[in-house]
């Protein structure tokens, strides 16, 4: 458990940092097997640079395609969605990558 007392989740392998992300995973792997959404992505990386300078990289929970738009998601708790860091950088994904981060409780 870590200090947000999230419990990481093994799901086919692939360990998750929290229950809820775990959960979120199944749910989009079977809308993606019912031809709901393709190509599901963990763990996508969004490098951060400003002024050609690398200054930090936000990693989502995941991607896919949803009726032919890119949804980008983050599986966060109500205590995590506060964390300072954690907000620039969804303002900063924005800014860079004219992308909206779809936060998931």
């Known amino acids: 458990m870590n200090k947000y007392h999230a419990a990481r989740t093994e799901v086919d392998g692939i360990v998750f940092a ?5 959960a ?4 989009l792997k079977l809308l993606q097997g019912a031809g ?6 963990l ?3 969004f490098p951060l640079i400003v002024n050609g300078k ?3 990289t936000y990693i989502a929970d995941f ?3 949803e009726r032919g738009e890119v949804v980008v ?3 966060k708790s109500v205590a995590t969605r506060k964390i300072a860091v954690y907000r620039l950088k969804i ?3 924005q800014a860079i990558y004219g992308i909206e981060i779809c936060e998931v409780c």
């Open 18 to 22: 929290s229950k809820a992300e775990a």
């Open 24 to 27: 979120r995973y199944c749910e």
């Open 36 to 41: 709901e959404i393709t190509g599901l992505e």
């Open 43 to 45: 763990q996508p990386k």
């Open 54 to 56: 690398k200054v930090a």
């Open 63 to 65: 991607r896919y395609t």
């Open 73 to 75: 998601e983050d599986v």
């Open 91 to 93: 303002k900063l994904v």
